[in-house]
């Protein structure tokens, strides 16, 4: 669990059928687009040329703050990826050291749908 993301956040718990039943597969759908939309609109929000109240060069740090809040919003829940490339590159790079299919039938279609599917629809 070091290189992909799983839902629920294990804590260090095995992903079980009485663990995976806490966050349904729906919700985390639902959780990892909405924080990806989110993070979307508040960067093109502060970057906007047209926003008169903008935070000029505290950009970076309101979208600091942003992406902090939407972690400790979305983390409990998937562990809020919100790249596609956050989880499909270390997976595969499990897979190419040894790990096989591991990384990729753990959460089931979950690594696919979860966590590189509804991050780009949130960012439609």
């Known amino acids: 669990m ?26 985390a759908c639902f959780a990892e687009a909405l924080g990806a939309a989110l993070l979307t609109l508040a960067i093109f929000g502060f970057m906007s040329r047209k926003n008169e109240g903008a935070p000029g060069p505290l950009v970076p740090i309101a979208l600091g703050i942003t992406l902090i809040t939407l972690i400790c919003i979305f983390a409990p829940l998937t562990q809020a990826g919100f790249n596609p490339a956050r989880d499909l590159a270390p997976r595969f790079f499990s897979f190419l050291v040894g790990w096989k299919e591991i990384p990729f039938t753990t959460n089931g279609v979950g690594w696919l749908t979860v966590y590189v599917v509804s991050p780009c629809v949130g960012l439609c």
Request: net charge positive; no cysteine.
């Open 2 to 27: 070091i290189f992909g993301e799983y839902f629920p956040n294990p804590g260090a718990k095995p992903l079980a059928k009485a663990t995976r039943q806490m966050v349904p597969h729906s919700t």
